[in-house]
């Protein structure tokens, strides 16, 4: 299995072409995907004219782009012109959107070929992908298990290894901790970093789109690629993008790596996972790095903070799908707000009921000021915690999850599954740029290192990871039980 | 387990979102152990801060006022559960 | 015609108190949050695109004209800007709501205080202006939304940028309230924010009304009416509901506190149907938008580009231009007039026949043919041209009404009507003279009458003068001659 850059260096020097390395990639997913179940839709037809046109361009002597005939999988969250996009939902299950987010747009610009849309749980609530509406996606390591969420298809996928590429989003580590489950990489940028148009919004303050790769260096033109300024989202920051491709880095001399202290403390409890993250900080210093030891005091607020104000934006977010103008609709004769209640009754699972009466909850008149408000104060001190970590080092390293993936069905108890996000949430509250890199095996499934960065130094963080995986290479030790590539030896890197 | 303070008929309601009884115990039951984190929130001082309302410091993002390509109409109702005509249907509205 | 004086003479023992809300749609190219048009009348749904639809994904950007409306309107009225300001939203459902919420302003409005200064001398405070976007429109398949069995729904003027301003309650009868309408009117067309149309919907009106012991300080309960659809309809229907909360108050009834509509065709208000519950709009500031820092560069700017305002314009007409106040109000009363007018005045160097003709024959020209002056073919450098003709005595008052009614109806050079139809007047002394001598001869007594000091007389021979010349006379002339010739 090759990874996204090394197809686009094949492709441009005309020794593979797109054509082919689209339907390699399409072959292999229709090998593993009954499995794995990584993918709601699937695009062949959009695939092969892209992959036609990357190829006419390079015989033309143009260069099609960054990411010219690399196949990428996109979450089903993001809206694809002319292609269903189901936001893992039944209430958008039949949804055609006539126009296509940002991110895909960009994408498509330079030269990537969108292979399908991928299983995610229902309106990126979830940490599993049990939420899904459709089917549960697999764990390429284990097919018992889950592949984390709500970006699980795509981790699966390129876990898998049907694609070098995809894209996912993160509100409260729903990239990383896939990521993490999966054994790939995945970046959740600064909030504001990637346009959020045409991205179906769950939670508007805090969700952004990444990249999940086999490789850091994938990761990092395929955030360059998405990157910047967009006019049609007002909270999209106009900051330079850089080549992130030149922060890759092999050492990490003088580099300051902050250990947080809560969060040791934290994992101390599971002594497998403890040795693996021991081991993780042991590479960093071996690299060069210098650690030290720095404190989140308000990190233990982030998982109450968080299902606060996810759920309050969602349940706003979420009350445009009545029936109306696009999607599920039951009517059976009573007035429109019967019809409103009845569609939002069959169409929402459980989770995304839960938390849009969470949330108009915490909106609601006389407890607005007690929680929605508290809650964006405490999220005010967790920035502040971030920026006294940052005075004292250039990024942190930190577990990414509390523990391997689980298996289908052993989380059912709602906030078991919340607590998944501990160590990812106080990120995504203060709209800082982390990443989950390959850190090894418990056991037989694999554990990500979670590298976190002040706002906009997506390089901090792609540099060190750069340099851990390439002095480790754990993603490709060991073989995932479902592989869809056929060439095991090459893999042994 | 944790009673939650929320009523959920009410909520339901403001939510258009029709809960059968069985579903508003069993969310009930289950959102009992975040309210107990979401209570150690309501312990901390929070007087003098100033709530995040945007993590980003951005202001006065506008754009030109310059007419732009709209949908044709039937890209607009391609995906309507029903319409009529040039308009979206819906069934009555009772107050 | 609203019976005022007997209201205010059996309601001795109460006053009213009344506040009014307006909102207003925005004259801007486009939408409020996204780049569609903003037009009225166009076929259903052909405005619209995923943001103002409300489809998954889409996003709201800020339309800059339309803060740059609202703010100048503020400031023509003499509100504060406020440097900080942000968008919320309003959380109900409704068919019409593409999102099922509203972007509007709550806490945070972009402008606080002001006054309207009626024509009277009172100011009525403002309470603030603050924008929002426009909902779609919902047709009821059926006559009434009782009979309905389905809704059809329109959204082209959904996200249509909406300047909603609240008064406070200083309003005190229906006479103030239609004064108050008049001058926000005509600043709103004088800024060019608005076309001010309340048949078309792109002025809205609601009317909250209570009455309270004279002299009293408190606030009675109050009722909200709406479906006021023309300027005319919110005098009635406060008027009306006036009077219906005193006959209450003197009948020992409870005022209840609800919305009621305006029903014009039978002149009363009816409680609208209560909703279930009370609307909890969970108000929040948009995620999808950043706030507002207007620096007071920006601020001052604005103020610099109002143009002159009506009050300042009515000044003006009075004071240089000799004017009376009934006819500076009539002109200064929206832009297109007042810039008619003065185009008119300039170039016929006579501002107060400009100022005659205007209020008078051409506004009743054009009530007969329902035209707006805008909508009339007749220019103003045609009018102006008119009024010299009379000057110069080329043509008789009398007949350049004539001409007038023509003009205003189908255009054109006075001089070409005039001739067209025959309606030249003879200015010619020689000719005048002549009638003159077969007038005082053919009518010796009246001759003897005036010289014997009786005035009517003379208009008697003027008259004979007059038939004499088939009407072609000029009248001032062939009066100057017969005194002349009388002595």
């Given amino acids: 299995m090759t990874s996204g850059h090394e197809i686009r260096e094949a492709v441009l020097r005309r020794e593979r072409s797109a054509a082919e390395i689209a339907d390699e990639a399409l072959a292999r997913i229709e090998a593993v995907d009954s499995e794995l179940k990584a993918f709601l839709t699937l695009t062949p037809e959009r695939a092969r004219a892209r992959a036609r046109a990357v190829d006419e361009a390079v015989a033309r002597g143009d260069d099609p782009g960054l990411l010219a005939g690399v196949p990428v999988a996109v979450k089903d969250l993001f809206c694809t012109k002319g292609v269903r996009t189901t936001c893992g939902s039944k209430i958008l299950e039949n949804f055609v959107p006539p126009y296509s987010a940002t991110v895909v747009e960009r994408l498509e610009a330079q030269g990537a070929v969108i292979v399908g849309k991928t299983n995610m749980d229902e309106f990126a609530m979830g940490s599993s992908c049990e939420n899904s509406a459709f089917f549960p996606t697999r764990n390429p390591w284990d097919p018992s298990r889950v592949p984390g969420g709500s970006s699980g298809g795509s981790a699966s996928a390129v876990g898998a290894r049907c694609v070098p590429v995809a894209v996912g989003t993160d509100t409260g580590g729903s990239i990383r901790e896939p990521a993490s489950f999966c054994n790939v990489v995945g970046i959740k940028p600064t909030y504001g970093r990637v346009s959020r148009y045409g991205m179906i919004a769950f939670a508007s303050s805090l969700d952004q789109a990444g990249p999940m790769t086999s490789d850091v260096r994938d990761a990092a033109d395929v955030l360059e690629v998405i990157a910047g300024h967009d006019p049609m989202d007002s909270t999209s920051v106009d900051v330079p993008v850089p080549h992130y491709a030149s922060s890759l880095r092999d050492d990490l001399k003088g580099v300051r790596i902050g250990i947080v202290e809560e969060f040791e403390e934290s994992i101390a409890g599971d002594v497998a996972m403890a040795a693996l993250y021991e081991a993780a900080y042991a590479k960093l210093r071996e690299l060069g790095a210098k650690t030290v030891p720095v404190r989140l005091p308000h990190a233990k607020y982030g998982l109450a903070t968080y299902y606060l104000i996810a759920p309050a934006e969602c349940s706003s977010n979420l009350a445009r799908y009545d029936g109306v103008r696009y999607g599920l609709r039951i009517a059976d004769g009573g007035d429109v707000y019967a019809m409103f209640e009845k569609t939002r009754a069959a169409g929402f699972g459980d989770e995304v009921k839960r938390r849009i009466i969470l949330g108009t909850y915490a909106l609601s008149s006389g407890y607005y000021d007690a929680y929605y408000v508290r809650a964006q104060k405490i999220r005010t001190l967790m920035k502040g915690d971030f920026d006294g970590a940052f005075a004292q080092c250039d990024v942190i390293a930190c577990p990414a999850v509390s523990c391997p993936a689980f298996e289908l069905g052993a989380k059912a108890d709602p906030v078991s599954m919340y607590l998944m996000d501990y160590f990812t949430i106080p990120m995504s509250l203060a709209g800082i740029p982390a990443l989950s890199v390959p850190a090894g095996y418990v056991g037989a499934l694999p554990v990500g290192l979670q590298i976190a960065a002040p706002a906009f130094e997506e390089g901090r963080i792609l540099g060190v990871a750069h340099a851990f995986e390439q002095a480790t290479k754990f993603a490709r030790l060991r073989e995932p039980l479902i592989a869809a590539d056929r060439s095991r030896a090459e893999s042994r890197a | ?95 | 015609m609203i019976n005022e004086k007997a209201v205010a003479r059996e309601a001795g023992e109460f006053e009213a108190v009344i506040g009014l809300e307006m909102h207003v749609e925005l004259l801007t190219r486009s939408k409020m949050f996204c780049g569609c048009r903003n037009v009225f009348g166009c076929v259903p749904n052909t405005n619209v695109c995923p943001v103002c639809l409300g489809m998954p994904g889409s996003l709201p950007v800020i339309n800059r004209r339309a803060v740059e409306f609202l703010c100048k309107t503020g400031l023509a009225l003499g509100c504060d800007v406020a440097p900080y300001s942000k968008f919320d939203r309003k959380n109900y459902f409704y068919p019409d709501m593409p999102k099922n919420y509203q972007i509007s302003q709550y806490d945070t409005p972009l402008t606080r205080g002001g006054a309207i200064a009626l024509p009277s001398g009172k100011r009525v405070r403002l309470t603030r202006i603050h924008l929002e976007e426009d909902t779609g429109k919902n047709i009821h398949g059926g006559a009434t939304i009782a009979q309905s069995q389905y809704t059809l729904v329109d959204f082209n003027r959904a996200g249509v940028p909406l300047m909603e301003i609240v008064s406070e309650p200083e309003i005190a009868s229906a006479k103030e309230a239609e004064a108050y309408l008049g001058e926000l009117k005509a600043v709103l067309s004088y800024l060019g924010v608005s076309d001010v149309k309340m048949h078309e919907g792109s002025l809205r009106c609601d009317a909250n009304v209570s009455i309270r012991p004279a002299g009293s300080d408190e606030l009675g309960t109050k009722t909200e009416i709406k479906n006021l659809n023309s300027f005319r309809s919110v005098g009635r229907a406060i008027a009306y509901e006036i009077e219906r909360m005193r006959d209450c108050a003197l009948a020992g009834e409870r005022i209840v506190q609800e919305t009621r509509g305006w029903d014009e065709a039978s002149g009363v208000t009816h409680p609208m149907r209560s909703k279930e519950f009370a609307h909890d709009y969970r108000y929040f500031p948009d995620p999808d938008l950043v706030p507002l820092n207007l620096d007071s560069a920006t601020i001052e700017r604005w103020r610099d580009e109002l143009p002159e305002l009506p009050a300042a314009k009515r000044e003006r007409y009075v004071s240089a231009l000799g004017l009376t106040p009934y006819d500076a109000d009539l002109l200064a009363a929206d832009r297109p007039t007042a810039e008619y007018f003065e185009r008119v005045a300039e170039l016929s160097n006579a501002p107060k026949e400009a100022a005659n003709w205007l209020a008078g024959d051409v506004r009743r020209s054009l009530q007969k043919h329902r035209l707006d002056l805008s909508e009339s073919p007749m220019k103003p450098d045609q009018l102006a041209a008119l009024i010299a003709l009379v000057k110069d005595g080329a043509v008789s008052g009398k007949a350049a009404k004539e001409v007038c009614a023509v003009l205003v109806a189908e255009g054109g050079d006075p001089k070409t009507v005039v001739a067209e139809r025959g309606l030249a007047q003879t200015s010619d002394a020689s000719s005048i003279a002549r009638f003159v001598e077969e007038a005082i001869a053919a009518n010796a007594e009246s001759a003897a009458a005036y010289r014997g000091g009786k005035e009517k007389a003379l208009e008697f021979l003027v008259g004979q003068v007059m038939r004499a010349s088939r009407g072609k006379a000029n009248v001032e002339l062939a009066r100057a001659l017969l005194k002349e010739r009388l002595g």
Avoid: C, W
């Avoid at chain 2, 909520?11 to 009930?28: I, M, Q």
């Avoid at chain 2, 993590?55 to 949908?71: Q, Y």
């Fill in chain 2, 1 to 95: 387990m944790a009673e939650i303070p929320i009523d959920i008929a009410h909520v339901s309601k403001l939510a258009r979102l029709a809960l059968t009884d069985r579903e508003a115990a069993a969310f009930s039951a289950q959102l009992g152990k975040l309210f107990d984190y979401i209570k150690e929130l309501q312990a901390l001082d929070v007087e003098h801060v100033h709530p995040t309302a945007q993590v980003i410091p951005l202001r006065n993002v506008f754009r030109d006022d310059v007419i732009t390509a709209s949908l044709d109409q039937a890209a607009a109702l391609a995906n309507a559960p029903d319409k009529d005509g040039a308009y979206f249907k819906t069934p009555r509205i009772l107050e």
